[in-house]
């Protein structure tokens, strides 16, 4: 080849160029799909620069396959999440007695197999939204609207995302699910008043239950309280009487002792201590003794 | 210069020809053949294929994936006569592609056709079960699931064997109730919920009156224990003190009786008291008569 002919040069260089057309790059969360003549003939190229055939023999699709997508089913997402927003109309549903709710669920999901998610179904994305409407509508239908509004949640949640799997999996749509989140269960807003209304009443009936636990926590032990008081009472009165009683009778016996040896001295002593004693205390009136003669007593009463 | 444009000549007749005779089928699409407007074949397998150039045969490319159709939800009648809106929609593929081409063409017209099917297999089944099956709490009584498998079953074969359709999956999406019907159900959720509300707060009242009456039974109960428990003490202690008066008096009753008596006067002989004494009492006879002599 001589470097001065230029004749050759020129279409030389369009096909060194048409060959390095083939180049590609599959970015690190994606994963490439080649494709020649419509036939898939790779469909797991890992990360990394690539060589393919020039179009129009090869051309190359690399989905995002690390990437968390997201679905919404029954409201409305972000503009550039999603470019079609579901109606109001599709998060009603009908709950197992007959009640109607609004119910939002959020999907999160990833590629599992590129080629599939690529050509097995039109539109897998959005079948993911269908398909779980229609296993939220199955579930939510048998569950009662008090339950779905507190205890029920994770259990529809689990619920749906397992028949979700089962089906992506059953018509190889090549999708992962990796979350099922219930946003939303919300009671029509024309009747919401009503279920606060409930809630309210719920939660008053726990009030005045805890209240009257409360009275009687305090009112017992009170009362045991009392209780022992009055017990202890009486063994103290009884205790004192007894003691008493054991008193009087040394009393008695150390007197009766004396008594005995002289009964009319000791008798005679005890007498006059005690005129003594009562006759100290006491108001006096010495009348004049006249036999025969009545004696007039005008009786004054004590000063108060 | 005459040469060279001969040649570009021959060379666009060529890349002409190559054109019409190769075509593609890509991974997502089924191809049938026609000759003369007449299908003589089915290309299923993705590739490149070659035919004889236009206008002797033609090729007709049909999306082989997974397609769906959601049609308008439509309100159905159950058994029991309740109206019901119900949104379905179904999965379906080409099977067979010439029957397909033939019988309805394109996706449109398998999609009228589908449309058909599907409402009157949901009519029919809908009206075969009560609505007690399509939504309840008690558990075995919701049937959805199995209703969507009958309703596909009714579906796949006449799609199958009329339009080369195999329909995959149909299912339920939405139960709703009618709109004319939806100012009488928030009714009868409103009075529901009233009825609960009462129901909660009545039994939040019995409730809290049983917990009280029972802590005020409890506590009567025990007090009215340990006022037993008292008095048997008291009548323990008196009895004691009683046997110990007893066993001490009988050694000397009337000595006892004459203690007590003084006792007795000590007590209630108080400075309250007025005591009239004649001056002939023996109490004064000392005072009045003198040393003794």
């Known amino acids: 080849m001589k470097w001065g002919n230029l004749k050759w040069s020129l279409p030389g260089a369009l096909i060194v160029l048409y060959l390095l057309s083939g180049v590609y790059v599959v970015g690190s969360d994606e994963m490439g799909v080649v494709v020649m003549f419509g036939q898939v003939i790779e469909n797991r190229v890992p990360p990394g620069i690539h060589y393919r055939l020039p179009w129009p023999i090869t051309s190359v699709q690399t989905p995002q396959v690390a990437a968390i997508r997201r679905m919404s089913i029954g409201f409305e997402m972000f503009k550039h999440l999603q470019d079609i927003p579901p109606s109001r109309e599709e998060s009603e549903r009908l709950t197992g007695d007959m009640n109607v709710v609004f119910v939002a669920l959020m999907v999160q999901y990833t590629i599992q197999d590129p080629a599939r998610y690529l050509y097995e179904t039109e539109a897998p994305d959005f079948l993911i939204r269908k398909a779980g409407e229609a296993f939220l509508c199955q579930k939510v239908g048998t569950i009662r609207v008090d339950d779905l509004l507190t205890v029920s949640k994770s259990e529809v949640e689990l619920c749906v995302r397992q028949k979700l799997q089962a089906f992506l999996d059953s018509i190889a749509a090549g999708l992962l699910i990796r979350s099922c989140n219930l946003q939303k269960i919300e009671p029509p807003t024309e009747i919401i008043e009503a279920f606060n209304d409930v809630a309210r009443a719920k939660a008053n009936r726990e ?37 008493r009683a054991q008193g009087d009778v040394d009393r008695f016996d150390k007197l009766l002792a004396e008594y005995n040896r002289n009964p009319s001295i000791l008798s005679q002593r005890l007498f006059w201590d005690t005129v003594q004693e009562i006759l100290t205390k006491v108001r006096k009136v010495i009348v004049e003794d006249k036999k025969g003669q009545e004696t007039n007593l005008r009786i004054v009463q004590p000063a108060p | 210069m005459k040469k060279y444009s001969a040649r570009l000549v021959i060379a666009a007749i060529l890349l002409l020809l190559v054109v019409s005779i190769l075509y593609q089928v890509s991974e997502t699409q089924v191809a049938v053949l026609t000759q003369f407007g007449r299908p003589i074949g089915v290309v299923l397998s993705p590739g490149l294929h070659a035919k004889l150039p236009y206008p002797f045969q033609q090729v007709h490319k049909l999306d082989s994936r997974l397609l769906t159709f959601d049609p308008q939800a439509e309100e159905f009648l159950t058994l029991d006569k309740k109206n019901l809106i119900v949104d379905a929609f179904l999965l379906w593929q080409v099977k067979d592609p010439l029957k397909f081409l033939v019988s309805v063409g394109n996706r449109q017209g398998a999609e009228a056709r589908l449309a058909d099917l599907l409402y009157s297999a949901i009519g029919s089944e809908l009206g075969k079960v009560p609505f007690s099956a399509l939504i309840s709490d008690i558990p075995g009584e919701m049937r959805l699931p199995e209703i969507c498998a009958v309703i596909e079953e009714n579906c796949r074969k006449p799609a199958l064997e009329n339009f080369g359709i195999e329909v995959r999956r149909a299912l339920i999406k939405r139960l709703a109730y009618p709109q004319q019907n939806r100012v009488a159900v928030f009714e009868r959720m409103k009075a529901e919920r009233g009825r609960i509300a009462r129901q909660y707060r009545s039994e939040g009242e019995e409730e809290a009156q049983k917990i009280r009456s029972g802590a005020d039974l409890e506590a009567a109960l025990i007090l009215a224990q340990a006022n037993r428990q008292a008095i048997a003490i008291q009548g323990e202690g008196e009895a004691k003190a009683a046997d110990i008066y007893r066993s001490a008096i009988q050694k000397d009753a009337e000595f006892y009786r004459f203690l007590r008596s003084l006792d007795a006067y000590k007590a209630f002989l108080d400075d309250r008291t007025t005591v009239v004494l004649p001056n002939d009492s023996e109490l004064l006879e000392v005072l009045r008569q003198g040393p003794p002599k």
Do not use: C, F, H
């Open chain 1, 207 to 243: 009030k005045i239950i805890n209240e009257a636990q409360t009275y009687s926590s305090e009112l017992l032990p009170r009362t045991r309280g009392e209780a022992q008081k009055t017990v202890q009472d009486a063994q103290a009165r009884s205790a004192a009487r007894i003691s």
